[in-house]
């Protein structure tokens, strides 16, 4: 039983070189987009509401066994220590969709103005926009299983911004970029919700209730879960390979632009990841949920920006790669956080000190 405990709190094989696998994944993904076309092509038909099936399998895969940990009494906690939520909502709604539109707003149109067009560049202003009014739903859970963050917490930080996103991602959008009716496609929205939360969520305490009546709490703890110990990670694997698949006509025939769009959106994850991590520590809170709690608002919706943007501006626009831009980027960058966060966990105060 003590092997099994040390295995289970131990850094794995695949978290351990997970940059490795994340570069060779990125890089097979795109190989398949250029060189084997028709896979990408065969398994984009599978999609609804702009959702693609094969990805949202892979995403719940990523979650489910962290949906496994979360109980209803821990749920029912959440409402005793309501400061991490408060920091996640201001840090998502009232700081994120605007520092995004000022820094973008300042690599397109001052420091890049000679290397990108004016029309070009309302165009990825829009797409940056777009994603940042998006708060992250479902790989969230990822970032927060990797920096042990609190199950059942990130549940609730997950579920609540997605109520706010119902109201306030289409004035927001609106407002900033001064478009009148912008349409959400509400059934990508909706659907990503049931997708990667309610689902895996009720299929994880389902799968806990079973296993805990059959076999007892230790067992469930020390020995069921350590079987999905590198599920998550295997996920997260295949699902870059897929998107990146997806993607690979788009980065080998727009390079240049691809970095230039990529270098604000990485300043605006960093900035924003600092300010909820920094507010965290800030309110006291554990860093089990501090973590989570950047990487929320660092991390975003991309299903959801990616399919506003073809919905208002058409699948082969300026914004629509703009967005994809985001997709392309947030991997990387959202394991250097993971890194970060875990390397700071010590400078937080513990769960019983919170």
């Not at 970029?177 to 997708?195: A, H, N, Q």
């Not at 009546?213 to 069921?224: A, T």
């Not at 208002?312 to 966060?341: Q, R």
Request: overall charge positive; proline content about 5%; aromatic content about 12%.
């Amino acid at each position: 039983m003590k092997k099994v405990i040390s295995k289970n709190n131990g850094i794995g094989f695949f978290e351990k070189y997970l940059t490795v696998w994340v570069i060779a994944c990125m890089a097979v993904g795109v190989l398949i987009g250029k060189f084997m076309p028709a896979i990408p092509s065969f398994l984009g038909k599978f999609e609804y509401a702009n959702v693609s099936i094969p990805i949202a399998i892979l995403i719940w895969l990523m979650i489910y066994p962290m949906m496994m940990k979360v109980d209803f009494v821990s749920i029912k906690n959440v409402g005793k220590n309501p400061k991490g939520l408060f920091l996640t909502w201001a840090t998502n709604w009232l700081i994120k969709p605007f520092t995004m539109f000022a820094i973008a707003w300042l690599f397109f149109y001052i420091i890049f103005k000679g290397l990108i067009p004016a029309e070009l560049a309302k165009d990825y202003l829009a797409g940056a926009v777009l994603l940042g009014a998006a708060p992250c739903t479902a790989m969230v859970f990822v970032w927060s299983h990797l920096t042990k963050g609190d199950p059942a917490y990130t549940v609730v930080q997950v579920a609540t911004n997605d109520l706010i996103i119902l109201i306030a991602f289409t004035p927001i959008v609106a407002f900033l970029l001064g478009v009148g009716g912008v349409s959400v496609p509400w059934d990508t929205l909706l659907l990503s919700v049931v997708l990667f939360v309610v689902i895996p969520l009720i299929g994880g305490i389902a799968t806990r209730l079973y296993v805990i009546k059959k076999k007892g709490l230790d067992y469930f703890n020390n020995v069921f879960l350590a079987k999905f110990s590198n599920v998550t990670i295997i996920g997260l694997l295949l699902t870059l390979t897929l998107i990146f698949s997806f993607q690979g006509e788009v980065i080998l025939a727009n390079p240049l632009h691809i970095i230039l769009i990529a270098i604000p959106l990485i300043i605006q994850t960093f900035l924003i990841f600092f300010i909820a991590y920094y507010g965290a520590k800030k309110l006291n809170l554990s860093h089990d949920i501090a973590a989570p709690a950047g990487m929320i608002g660092a991390s975003n919706f991309f299903e959801l920006a990616v399919a506003v943007a073809i919905s208002l501006f058409g699948a082969d626009s300026p914004v629509a790669l703009a967005t994809i831009v985001g997709v392309l980027v947030e991997v990387p960058v959202m394991l250097i956080l993971v890194k970060i966060a875990n390397k700071t966990a010590h400078h937080f105060v513990t769960k019983s000190e919170a």
